[in-house]
């Protein structure tokens, strides 16, 4: 299994901090916070330390993105939440934080004919066009993701609700292909 584990590449999670924001007060607090209500309705603020991007939205909802794992996200939400309390914006206790989607990367370290996997997969299951898209896509019911596999052996994996849900399924893949004789 060693040789198929993943590289979580983002983590997007959702939680609710308040009930609502005053998103002018945050922009105006929070330096390097963008607001511009016509272009989109939320506040964007990035942090580094760990890396993220929230979008945070007057319902008090609130997305981060760019972290490269689920403990990270927990962390710069904690973070989030004591620096809105310190410009006095109350926030609510211990967050439910839920995990949307994980894209992760993993390198099957050979060499892989797309033809033949389309064929092998079977086409319901698959997209293949070479002409718009190099890789293949293919559609896993359980865990509920999409990988996309390249004919470098690399895969990406997209849709996951947890890093076992992406481990898992470049397992699918890789028991697939080798029953198949193409790995």
């Known amino acids: 299994m060693s040789e198929s584990s993943i590289k979580i590449e983002n983590v997007v999670a959702s939680t609710k901090l308040a009930e609502e924001f005053d998103l002018t007060v945050i922009e105006s607090e929070f ?18 330390d760990p890396k993220a991007a929230f979008l945070v939205f007057t319902s008090g909802k609130v997305v981060c993105t760019g972290t490269k794992n689920v403990a990270d996200v927990h962390t710069v939400v904690g973070n989030l939440a004591k620096k809105l309390n310190s410009i006095g914006i109350k926030t609510i206790e211990d967050p439910q934080i839920t995990v949307q989607n994980i894209v992760a990367s993993a390198d099957l370290h050979t060499i892989l004919n797309l033809n033949a996997i ?21 559609r896993i019911d359980e865990p509920k993701v999409v ?17 076992e849900d992406c481990e898992r399924s470049v397992e699918v893949v890789r028991q697939q292909l080798d029953s198949m004789g193409l790995l």
Do not use: D
């Not at 389309?118 to 293919?138: D, K, S």
């Open 31 to 48: 330096e390097g916070a963008e607001y511009n209500k016509q272009k989109f309705p939320g506040l964007v603020y990035r942090v580094s």
């Open 147 to 163: 990988v996309l596999i390249f004919s470098s052996g690399k895969l990406v994996v997209a849709g996951g609700k947890s890093p």
């Open 118 to 138: 389309a064929i092998g997969l079977g086409l319901e299951n698959i997209e293949y066009e070479p002409e718009q898209f190099p890789g293949l896509v293919y």
